[in-house]
């Protein structure tokens, strides 16, 4: 196969044409990556990434937006380079966010993602560590295997971004069986979980251009605001989004009471409503459908939706303001910008 | 914490103090790795190494023989370098092993490990892969940031052995739910399962040492030849070994229908001891305890036990002879020979 030569950015693209373009960009340096897994995890890897139905049958089913890829090539353009540059972090930031999607399935009991049933679902929970594990050393291997001198630093920035995020979910992890769990702490696992990765990738292409520290700062600074955004529009989706468009089952995130910012927000109101909310989140069984719904609407009665709405327009703006800061190109810098619009307006 | 400079080798130390010396060279950098981590993950990890109860106090408990540390700095001095020089691979390679010590017992369902409840038996699932997770991640992060020019090629190599043990792993798993597993599949997933994290082990050292390829290339193939042998070892341990000494329930791995050496190399036997196996495995119920007792006959009535402890005896040979091969310095070498023959006489 022929690797694409990705196009520079030009004005005026729309984000779904930087979306397809990033895709098209980062495809043939992951077909390599999963083409060097053995065979058994290969496969299992392709129907994760919706290059394969479950018998291995080659398909193409819906998959993840592929928003990394697209910030870790804007990244390498605003730092003045060729966006090939940005091609192998782009990839590897993908692996490892395929990595930690698989895994945080296998924690969450997940059995769905992209109205697809996911690994542990289909081949068990040993399956699903191994996959994941597979795909988080791969990340590394495209990166110290790249020809370019600043590949190490890009790895190493990668790791510790990966580290963040595996910190965000342990307490993500621990915070469900917590009966209360504080603004503060909320928002600071959602900046390590969602935060993390997505500043990572914002930087990765710049730090592959040889960019100085100032702009790699920057464009990762912008990227952890924007991944908090994108952390709370995704935890109001969770709740109030449709489900034929997010490919979640409505209310599931109440169902399995997860400690997100909306809920966090309604709890911490201390009213009546947030009492009865708390009451309902921490009842020994199962919530009933009736339950979930009543839970949603003392949420936004708490105020819970406004106040993440609100959260995810702060964010927004402390990204765009992360961009003006730096000394960026500026057909990438408007790209970026549009993109963390999109990323807070999206409704999937 | 002041650093343990390690002490050189000396002729005539025996595999005994050779162990003791690379659990104290190594122990501080392990510290610091373990003390990065988030604290609810490093109470866990402090666990499972031994250096903490339950609750988190501090204790002493049974831990691994530190034996790939060992490797990595004996495989420093072996190319002529200070063993200070091996430190961070053999943290890093000690936490990469970790890490699939906690997953491992996770996917088999292991309940114990050193007579001390396993990771997942405590926390569950969802802690398991996160403490995995984050110990293979540190693993990357130790080496990239270590001032040492040959560091990212280190950690290059450290990502390809991870790849290569956790596609072992996934034949491992795979194996358990299959009728029949030739002789050659038994041992080419032994060697990618043990053997590849052993080689670079023994390899990394000399990596950083920044050794001439060939010799880096003969350590790791003793590093691999040794692996085979361990994993020989292993596997004729997990049916007749003494649990008092090896801290596993007696017929463990016969209970669980592990496709080892011993068992896939009597079932190749193909005679009617064989055949009464191969039912005796395949069958839908769990195994009685005079099941497992009459299967552990049948595995030495067929050659198994003999043939693998041939096997064991052929790799350590072929482990020495790559010693023999390589130019290297004369005392750690006769440090690194005695290691073989310790790991294959090993009764634990």
Redesign the interface.
Known sequence: MTPTRPTQAVPNTTVAEILERAREAVLPAMRQAVG???P??RQLVSYHLGWADAEGHPCSAPAGKGIRPALAILSAEAAWADPQVGVPGGAAVELVHN?SLV?DD??DGDLERHHRPTVWALWG???A??V???L???A??VL??TPNPA??AA??AL??A??EM??G???D??FESRRSVSVEECMAMSTAKTGALLGCAASIGAILAGAPPATVRALRDYGRHLGVAFQAVDDLLGIWGDPATTGKPVGNDLRQRKKSMPVVAALAAGDDEAKELGQLLTAEEPLTQEQVERATWLVEACGGRDWTAARAKAHLDSALGCLERARLSAVPRRALADFAVYVVERES
Do not use: K, R, W, Y
Request: glycine share 6%; no cysteine.
């Open positions: 060097q897994l053995a058994n995890i990595f895994h296998l924690m929970t040993g399956a560590v191994v994941g594990d597979a988080a050393t791969m590394t291997q110290l295997s590949a190490p790895a190493a790791s510790e990966t580290a595996i910190a979910q342990a307490d992890l621990a």
